[in-house]
């Protein structure tokens, strides 16, 4: 049985992809919290780290970017949006591969688990966004 063309087929792929954004969105909700409880709470921090204004300016960078994330991703399977389904695909992988890039330009060398854990995660969705891609021309 052949699905309509604005119709889903959910299986592991989808639901790998909506496991992995998921937690690359906590990640960055989590990010941003930690920030906004370092400015309200160790003044000393906040002053070496550039000040509590360039501080909330990366809180808000991480509640966007896990926003992007949720919104993408719900966008990507709404049978309603089904006929921009690559277009949202590739908004996806943009914001992925800005979010890497953007971690390695302003980290500046610090590194740490959380961060580079969630640059696993994001590699791999970006890898299994581009395999749903495939797959999706390839039974079209």
Not at 20 to 48: D, K, N, R, W
Not at 51 to 60: K, N, P, R, S
Request: net charge positive; glycine share 8%.
């Amino acid at each position: 049985m052949t699905l309509p063309r604005n119709t889903t087929r959910f299986g592991a792929l989808q639901i790998a992809i909506c496991v992995l954004s998921a937690a690359t969105a906590v990640c960055h909700i989590y990010l941003g919290v930690i920030t906004q409880i370092m400015v309200a709470t160790q003044p000393e921090a906040t002053a070496a780290a550039g000040g509590a204004a360039a501080l909330g300016f990366f809180a808000a960078l991480f509640y966007l970017d896990a926003l992007g994330y949720i919104v993408l991703t719900v966008a990507l399977y709404l049978p309603a949006l089904a006929r921009f389904r690559r277009l949202i695909r590739w908004a996806l992988i943009a914001l992925t591969a800005v979010t890497i890039i953007a971690y390695f330009a302003l980290i500046q060398g610090h590194y740490d688990a959380v961060g580079i854990g969630d640059k696993i995660v994001e590699v791999a969705l970006i890898v299994l966004l581009v395999v749903e891609g495939r797959r999706e021309r390839l039974h079209a």
